[in-house]
């Protein structure tokens, strides 16, 4: 942040009084701007013994599919914001039995929400920000062509804790990769 939203002057990089981080601060009308992780919420919809997998109309890994799920909207709850993302992408109706998994992806400041949800009715259809949708089976999930980390790992725990009919909740820390250099 180069210019402050509130008064226009321009703002310093600097660790304010009492706080322990780097922040943009105003100095002229004292101003500190928080910058905070996006959080994103999403269904793992289940239909019988299949879920609704959603191919991507939109970048980032457009042609890839993804559970449904999106950027959370302010006055909404997490929960709210999956079955919205929800309807949006496949429009279909969910109800949520839990909060299944809890993603943090700090190296790009996001917190992924996925829910354990079950498709009301089996009726869905693509939204504006999907090309297809459709109902899989384990054996036919696309595994090659996730568009996103969170959910093959959403779909590999769902899988699993389905097979020993015991869902838990999980937390996980997806970290940036470290990228190797030209000569390893």
């Not at 905070?36 to 299949?50: L, Q, S, T």
Request: proline share 5%; hydrophobic share 35%.
């Amino acid at each position: 942040m180069k210019f402050c939203p509130e008064c226009g002057s321009q703002t310093q990089s600097s660790i304010p009084e009492g706080d322990n981080r780097y922040r943009d601060v105003c100095h002229s009308c004292d101003l500190i701007h928080y910058q905070n992780p996006r959080i994103i919420a999403g269904c793992i919809p289940v239909w019988e013994d299949k879920v609704l997998l959603c191919k991507r109309a939109i970048n980032p890994r457009k042609g890839y599919w993804t559970l449904p799920a999106g950027f959370m909207e302010l006055g909404e709850t997490t929960e709210q914001a999956a079955h919205r993302e929800t309807l949006e992408e496949a429009q279909a109706i969910v109800k949520s039995d839990q909060l299944y998994a809890v993603f943090n992806l700090p190296h790009i400041n996001q917190v992924y929400m996925m829910y354990r949800s079950a498709l009301l009715k089996p009726e869905f259809a693509s939204g504006v920000e999907s090309l297809e949708t459709r109902l899989f089976a384990e054996h036919q999930i696309p595994w090659d062509e996730l568009a996103f980390e969170t959910m093959r790992l959403s779909l590999e725990y769902f899988f699993q804790d389905r097979a020993n009919n015991n869902f838990v909740f999980r937390t996980t820390d997806i970290v940036k990769p470290l990228r190797r250099s030209s000569g390893s």
